[in-house]
Every structure is written in C-alpha cells, then in structure tokens.
Nanobody, 124 residues
Framework: QVQLVESGGGLVQAGGSLRLSCAAS????????MGWFRQAPGKEREFVAA????????IYADSVKGRFTISRDNAASTLYLQMNSLVPEDTAVYYC?????????????????WGQGTQVTVSS
C-alpha cells in the first residue's frame, strides 16, 4: 500500500520560509516522478513543482520560480519543498503526489498517489 505523508506546514509571516517534507512508502521511490501541488480555499488544485527520479531539471510553476526549490532523497524515500520569500498568496493546503513512472508532469491527473496534505498559512 502506497503512503505519502506530508509534514512541515504551519503559520509563517510574509517573507519567511518553510520546508515541507513528504515521506513515501510502498512504492519504488527512486523510479517515481514526484510533485507538489497546492489548493487554496475556493480554488482548484494547482501545480507547484515536480522532479524526476534523478532530481535534475525540475519544473516549477511560474508563481514560485526562484522562491521554491524541490528536491528528493531517494535513499530516504523523501521529497522536499523549500519555500522562501513566502507571500500571502502561497497560503494553501500543499499536497505531495507520486507517479508510477519516472517522467514528471505538471498535470494533477497524471499522478497516481496523493498525500493527505499539509496546511501552509502566510500572514501579511
């Protein structure tokens, strides 16, 4: 059974930083493309970042490029999202997602497994 468990969310002031983690189990993590998505109240789930198994050339949403960094530790089966220079518009529930294949994607429909989400709230 595949499990993705996010942690690291919380309340932070604008300009601050948070680091999200996603612990994966039950899948061949090193061969799974991984992604972060987020969903704000009343909005659709949107893509944040994705990384392939080799952790090179990740992709980012334009809204987070230059502020967020996605990374992964295949030995620990853990995905990370370092979020810097946070703004109130980053407030959302952040979800970790995994694909059964190595190819990364910005489309939520392409992901096979999802975590339960972690709340990030940025105050102004």
């Amino acid at each position: 059974q595949v499990q993705l468990v996010e942690s690291g969310g919380g309340l932070v002031q604008a300009g601050g930083s948070l680091r999200l983690s996603c612990a994966a189990s039950g899948l061949t993590f090193s061969r799974s493309a991984m992604g972060w998505f987020r969903q704000a109240p009343g909005k659709e789930r949107e893509f944040v970042a994705a990384v392939r198994w080799g952790a090179y050339s990740p992709i980012y949403a334009d809204s987070v490029k230059g502020r967020f960094t996605i990374s992964r530790d295949n030995a620990a089966s853990t995905l990370y999202l370092q979020m810097n220079s946070l703004v109130p518009e980053d407030t959302a529930v952040y979800y970790c997602a995994a694909r059964r294949i190595v190819r990364m994607s910005p489309m939520a429909k392409d992901y096979d497994y999802w975590g339960q989400g972690t709340q990030v709230t940025v105050s102004s």
